[in-house]
């Protein structure tokens, strides 16, 4: 039986890995986001190629920044810790005028948090811990393999 300090990312992974586009407007996001009930993914642009990693926090900073540091394009490299769990609607992000407008690369964080999938579940739980950070992306050498959330360690503490 493997123990949970023995657990590995690609064991307790979710495979499933959605992305949103760069080029999308912040509004196609919120409804892709609200659609598949997920508070953030990982950035790609129109080839693929890994460029950030998106969430609801970035949407809710968009909405609530003055206008000049928008212009400046000022964001945060941590997730908010309150905001996981809520849904795009449920936060009350509505504001189309201002979604239509401004792009995902606009509001992304450019830093992407990965471990590989031979990663223990302890160091995964030390990093996210110390970055403040509510998921955290899987690589392997073909690029992004998973995403190993919050939720997902907990389900793996639930079941030992």
Do not use: C
């Not at 196609?28 to 609801?56: C, N, Q």
């Not at 908010?80 to 795009?88: P, S």
């Not at 509505?94 to 302890?122: C, F, G, R, Y």
């Amino acid at each position: 039986m493997t123990t949970l300090s023995q657990l590995t990312a690609g064991q307790i992974m979710s495979k499933e890995l959605l992305t949103a586009e760069a080029n999308w407007s912040v509004k196609t996001l919120i409804e892709f986001l609200s659609k598949h009930k997920v508070t953030g993914a990982p950035v790609v642009s129109s080839t693929r190629e890994i460029k950030g990693v998106v969430s609801l926090s970035d949407i809710l900073k968009l909405d609530t920044q003055p206008e000049a540091a928008k212009k400046a394009n000022i964001v945060s490299q941590y997730y908010m810790a309150t905001l996981e769990g809520y849904t795009a609607d449920e936060l009350g992000l509505k504001n189309a005028d201002l979604h239509s407008k401004h792009l995902v690369q606009e509001i992304m964080t450019a830093d992407i948090i990965s471990v590989t999938e031979d990663t223990t579940l302890p160091a995964i739980a030390k990093l996210m811990s110390d970055k403040s950070i509510h998921r955290v992306f899987v690589s392997n050498n073909d690029g992004l393999s998973g995403v190993i959330s919050t939720l997902d360690i907990l389900r793996q503490l639930a079941d030992s």
